[in-house]
């Protein structure tokens, strides 16, 4: 149903209801009163029948009793009907045999007046009987006054009682009139009323009439039915019902036309709703009054001019976020740069929220977060890290729940820059890559993963507080944040790992290559020195058959570990292959190579390793090492070369019996001639780097190689 079709059934619910409670209510009212009136008439009338029938039976009680006290019983009778007393008096001996009888007796049956319970039947007369006794008191008979019921009868009744009189037929079977003041027409309506009603009750008949019945009962043994007419104004149900169609009409009319006036601004409004949906947000809607409605109309007006401005700025907004994005798609794909990618995170960050300033903070190894990247503070970053759940972005990363909100006059937490509202948001490694700890970066979600960080924003434009749909945004820029942490740091422990060896932890022999090439033409660029020991360990062989495979490994590990206890930080060891090693010394002569080899012979020596043989109980086994020495640009002019000089040392000191160190034998010095090289020279065209002095390069004097390389191994790993 449309809603002017409800507002014209709720007018006519208000309107004519009332009319049709109304009606129903006169017409109920005028019901009952006129069945009370006729109730009370019936009641009246049944009294009246009572008292009449009462005193004919008084009558020819006494008819009777005059005619018991003369002796002359047929005279007394017969003067007695002359003068209206009774119809017909009957005298009766003793022993019921009549000896005076007056002319035309009423027919049998005869009903007695004093009867206490009437019997049922017909009743043709109505008889009062006396007891005739002589002066003894001795009983001679009886003499009946007797008066016939007929019509005349019936028709006094009815005068007297001003109702309609029917006398019953007693004859079994359905009820009967034996005679009656109703119409021929009405009678039958009456009977069937009447026909099933108790004594006393008053029911309705079809055309119109109140009906009860009248006897027999003690007093009144004749089966009367009484009637009256309604007093209902005729046609009054007709009257009343054209009333309430008259006024449905009326109702309708008015009704349709109050809804027609009053829905078609709210049409226009639905319509106007349709095409807003459908995308049109230049649709207004005529503003017809200065009600409900019409307010209504002027705030949807309002309401498109803004959401036109709200979508374009959203769109300008998406524009935005989609261009920060595609240059942090492009940032991530392109560089392991983690400084750069972090800076474009934040700044993308601070663009799509509208935020002053921001920092991206990272935790370190110590429980420590530490910003790598801020922006817009202009140095007021407090200068310590903030401890995991210590001030704001502390608490984030310790409990892994984004946190917003406005900062209070008090001065902030430690750890946290001063700010008037701020928001933080976790990032933690991708599922199945992170540390197991107490921290989780999703909400709600069970803590199993530890923070790496927390992306943080301060100060919203306009003095706006930050909300949940920034939280969601900056949520995006800490997962790019996350994923490129992640990626940094399994790129360079993949880059760790595919240049060291699984065993022992030292670089492997890939990583050598490079290592010696780098510094090989680091020392030829300044004129430096690098020696090179290749180590072996001796009878490893017999080691691996005696203790097996398991006892060798174990070896092997606890001789990396000493070699790298006895090298300097800028020094590198490398595991070659099998029980072969090389340690690359920059900055150093064949005298100090001599030092760190005497070094780490006695480091070998000096303590046996302890391991389990194939009986499985510990055992300490005697290790030492042979070691070959070779020195750029002293033994060789390439990388290769100088290895391939310190490995035939270490045959040298094999064939001198083992667990001692050999130098490389000094090679042939070859004829050079010297080029003189102009001061404005430019460098070779095909830009390496020459060596020896005078070539109008400079660089730093000693230490690491200034060369990119891998993290370095600390001591005593």
Known sequence: MTLRGRLTAAFLAVAFGPVLLGAVFVASTVTAVDRSRATERLAVAATAVRTSIDALCQQLRAAADAVALTTDHAGAATQAVSRGLAAAVLVTDVTGRVSHATPDAPPAPWRDCAAPEPPAGSVSALVARVELRDTAGLALGTVAAAQP?????????????????????????????????????????????????????????????????????????????????????????AVLVAVVLLAALLGVAVAWRLARVTTRPLVELAGAVDRVAAGDLTTRVPVRSDDEIGRLAVAFNRMTRETGGYLAALASSRDQLRGHLAVLGDTLASTHDLQRILRVILHSALAVTGARAGAVLLTDPGGMLVAQCTEGFDGRWPDAGAPLGGGVVGTVAATGQPRRG?????????????????????????????????????????????????????????????????????????????????????????????????????????????????????????????????????????????????????????????????????DLAFRQGGEEFVVLLPETDARGATIVAERLGAAVRGTPVSVVGHTGVRMPVPVTVSIGIAVFPDHADSGPQVLQAADEALYAA????????????????????????????????????????????????????????????????
Not at 552 to 566: I, K, M, Y
């Open 654 to 717: 094999k064939a001198a019996g083992r667990d001692t160190w050999r130098v490389a034998s000094a090679r042939q010095a070859s004829v050079t001639r010297e080029m003189p090289v102009p001061p404005a020279a430019r460098s070779p065209s095909d830009g390496l780097p020459r060596a020896g002095p005078g070539t109008g390069r400079t660089g730093p004097v000693g230490g690491a190689s200034s060369g990119p390389h891998p993290p370095g191994h600390g001591h005593g790993r």
């Open 149 to 237: 019921v007929d019509p005349a009868l019936i028709s006094r009744l009815a005068a007297v009682t001003g109702v309609a009189v029917t006398l019953l037929d007693g004859a079994s079977g359905p009820l009967q009139a034996a005679h009656s003041t109703e119409s021929a027409g009405g009678r039958g309506a009456v009977l069937a009323a009447v026909a099933s009603l108790p004594h006393g009750r008053v029911s309705g008949t079809t055309d119109g009439r109140y009906a009860r019945r009248a006897g027999p009962t003690t007093g009144q043994p004749l089966p009367l039915v009484l009637s009256v007419p309604s007093n209902q104004p005729p046609g009054l149900h």
């Open 406 to 570: 406005r900062v209070g006059p008090a001065p902030g937490e430690p750890g946290d820059p001063p700010c008037r509202t701020y928001i933080a948001v976790p990032f933690a490694a991708p599922a199945g890559r992170g540390e197991t700890g107490p921290v989780s970066a999703a909400d709600g979600d069970t803590p199993s993963v530890l923070a790496l960080g927390v992306l943080a924003l301060y100060d919203r434009l306009g003095g706006e507080e930050f909300d949940d749909e920034d939280v969601i945004t900056l949520r995006t820029f800490a997962g790019h944040a996350a994923v490129a942490v992640d990626n940094v740091r399994v790129h360079e422990e993949n880059q760790r790992l595919s240049l060291t060896d699984p065993l022992t932890g030292l670089w492997n022999y890939r990583y050598l290559r490079e290592s010696l090439r780098r510094e090989v033409e680091r020392a030829s660029r300044f004129g430096r020195m690098v020696s090179i020991l290749v180590l072996d360990l001796d009878r490893f062989k017999q080691v691996n058959d005696t203790y097996g495979h398991p006892a060798g490994d174990t070896v092997l590990a606890e001789f990396a570990r000493r070699v790298h206890g006895e090298v300097r930080e800028v």
